[in-house]
Nanobody, 125 residues
Framework: QVHLVESGGGSVQAGGSLRLSCAASGDTYRINYMAWFRQAPGKEREAVAAIYLRGRTFNYADSVRGRFTISQDNGKDTVFLQMNSLKSEDGALYYC??????????????????WGRGIQVTVSS
């Protein structure tokens, strides 16, 4: 079992920045990907970004590419999501996820086996 705990959420004005953290514990040797997903009220869950933990490979949704950066702290088994130039449509509940995946499934939520509780990000205009 892999346990995930998100932190760093909050409220920010449009154009501002926020940094989310996801700390992984437990059987982390079993996972090769960690990712961020988000879900706004009344909308489906969508992928944001994913990172391959054993190399320098990243995946981003088109809507956040160039504004968001996913990164890894190997010493702490922690993944970050740096969010810059935030827009109102970025407001959502953000979830951290982990799993052992194929490269082609990096942004497929159904393929992830561990999930955090979610953390709120609110963007005001």
């Amino acid at each position: 079992q892999v346990h995930l705990v998100e932190s760093g959420g909050g409220s920010v004005q449009a154009g501002g920045s926020l940094r989310l953290s996801c700390a992984a514990s437990g059987d982390t040797y079993r996972i090769n990907y960690m990712a961020w997903f988000r879900q706004a009220p009344g909308k489906e869950r969508e992928a944001v970004a994913a990172i391959y933990l054993r190399g320098r490979t990243f995946n981003y949704a088109d809507s956040v590419r160039g504004r968001f950066t996913i990164s890894q702290d190997n010493g702490k088994d922690t993944v970050f999501l740096q969010m810059n130039s935030l827009k109102s449509e970025d407001g959502a509940l953000y979830y951290c996820a982990a799993g052992n995946l194929l490269v082609r499934d990096a942004l497929e939520g159904a393929k992830y086996t561990s999930w955090g509780r979610g953390i709120q990000v609110t963007v005001s205009s």
